[in-house]
């Protein structure tokens, strides 16, 4: 397992991934149509795992096709989620908040086209080398926020989950008894926004009787993965994303060990 992502600048790639590629994908959520990539290291035939990956609320843009890069190496192939459809590509935090704005009003929405991402996973697992026993998901901030409602929308129990300071909060408690699949939700621990979230989040998770674990980082606040963020309450950290990310490999070997 390669479990080193560089903690200094963007997140680079060892000698082992030596041949990155992203094959773009599309699939269908009612009339919309979506656009993605299959993000893997063809430099082997092996088997691996596959994740889907939601990003933050800038979408699939050059940022994120190299985190997808870095972060599949060897271990994964990833598909990389369009949540907004194929031409909406937000240049600005006001355009990401416009985009993400009917997703957080009609929760509904969101597990719709979350799922139908989930299910473009399933339906392209022919086209890249992946076991298709071995799947999971991961999202960074309003990506985090759409796999939990993945979570919330009762997948397979063998699923494993991981979240980067995502928004927590459950939109109907009574959800809880959907989630089955594995989570491991990591968090900025001053990350203010997420702070009034955290105990009806905690309320949902013990209801639900789910495989789960919640780690706080200590001093970080929100997108501590995102290289580049600099504000006060959005600011990456190196030691925090470096331990996020190693927490991630641990967890996807043992939810999604070989079956």
């Known amino acids: 397992m390669v479990a080193g992502l560089a903690i200094a600048g963007a997140l680079a790639m060892s ?18 149509t979506l656009s993605g990539y299959l993000v893997w290291d063809d430099a082997s035939t092996a088997k691996r795992p596959g994740l889907l990956m939601v990003p933050n609320w800038y979408g699939v843009n050059t940022a994120a096709i190299d ?32 985009a993400v704005k009917p997703f957080y009003g009609d929760r509904n929405a969101m597990k719709r086209r979350v799922n139908a991402a989930w299910n473009a996973l399933r339906a ?48 109907d408690p009574h959800l809880a008894k959907s989630i089955a699949a594995r989570l491991l939700v990591l968090n900025g621990a001053d990350d203010r926004g997420a702070w009034p979230e955290l105990e ?31 504000s006060p ?22 939810a999604l060990a070989s079956r």
């Open 67 to 98: 985190k997808a890069k870095s972060i599949a190496g060897t271990d994964y192939v990833i598909l990389l989620a369009d949540m907004y459809g194929k031409d909406v590509h937000p240049a600005d935090d006001a355009a990401a908040m416009t």
């Open 15 to 32: 000698a082992t991934r030596a041949a990155p590629h992203a094959q773009a994908v599309q699939w269908k959520d009612g009339a919309t």
């Open 200 to 230: 009806p989040f905690f309320t949902e998770l013990r209801a639900s009787g789910a495989d789960w674990q919640f780690v706080n980082f200590g001093g970080a606040v929100h997108c501590f993965t995102e290289v580049g963020q600099n």
């Open 124 to 171: 392209n697992l022919d086209k890249a080398p992946i076991d298709a026993k071995r799947l999971g998901a991961i999202g960074f901030c309003f990506g985090g926020s759409a796999v939990l409602d993945l979570a919330r929308s009762g997948v397979a129990p063998s699923l494993g989950i991981v979240t980067f300071h995502a928004g927590l909060h459950p939109d």
């Open 233 to 254: 309450g959005c600011k990456y950290d190196p030691k925090a994303a470096a331990r996020a990310y190693r927490m991630m490999h641990v967890f996807f070997e043992e």
